[in-house]
Structure formats: structure tokens, C-alpha cells
């Protein structure tokens, strides 16, 4: 295991599939926050559809910003995997425990756009509740990262909340 003020751990995907949402908790200050993230997390993302995440945990992580995460992924993953999710301070805080979705893919650029749902972003918040509908779309090519990023961008508190969530 690398030194807390160096390299961080390396994250093995090695039993990770295509339907599991990747989550790196880097923030410990709320127990109970994250316990409502892991309920949010295991919500099926449509009907008769489970949810299916796989959680990166330890002192490590605690701290880590995007793109400390990032530089530990594995060099070649997965196909599908387009995003990971990380369980940050500001989702231990916040008020909806939103996470942030950090695109995986080093040629995404941020599009900026007057218009509410024309911009995307590499990185924007998500409700733990929207994420296996998030993974779950990427895994059959239903959608791509720039459809939830947009829909982010699109909200007032620029949060992705889900297609499917009633409003």
C-alpha cells in the first residue's frame, strides 16, 4: 500500500463488471452519511433491475481528490466503466449525500452552454439513487456520460437526479 502522502492505493477491478457502480469513499468525518449513500446506492434503477456497486474503502483514500483517484485506476479498464463515483466531503455534508461522477475518459472536455442541459461536464454531482441508473444505461449503451452530465448542468444545484426519480 502506497504512503498516505504519496501515491494512493491501486484499485482493483478485477471483479468489477460492466453493472457495478465503482465508489471511492475518500471522506470519514460521517458514518451515517455514508450509511444513507449505501441505501441510496442499493435502490434498483428500474423495476425488477438490482443495483450492484462495489465500494473502494480505507485509510488511503482519505482525502482524495479526482484526480489522485483517477491516476490510481488501473491502466487499461473496462470497457463500459465511463465513470467513477466518489463519496467526497461535500457528500458527507451535503444535505442530499450527492456524489461526484468523475468521467474515467481522459479526452472528455467540459462543453459550457447558456442553455440548461446543452453543457456537460467531466465531473458533476449525482444522487446515490440515480447511480445505478447512470451504470446500468452506460452497460447497454443507452446512454452516454454526456447525457447525465448534461442533465446535471441542466439543474439548478447541478445535480443529476435521475430520469426515472418522480420530481
Known sequence: MASLHGRRPAVDLDQVTEWDAVVIR???SDDGAWERVAVGLR???????ESSWHAVEGAGWAGADADEVLAALPDHLPDLHDV???ADADTMCGEQNSLLAVSTDPDMRDE????????FTSRFRILPTAVAEMVGNLA???MDYEDFSSSAHGDPQRI???FLTPE
Open 43 to 49: 435502490q434498483p434503477w428500474a423495476e425488477g433491475v
Open 112 to 119: 459550457e452552454h447558456e442553455i440548461p442541459g446543452l453543457g
Open 140 to 142: 447497454i449503451a443507452n
Open 160 to 162: 443529476h437526479r435521475g
Open 26 to 28: 475518500t471522506d470519514y
Open 84 to 86: 467513477v463515483f466518489l
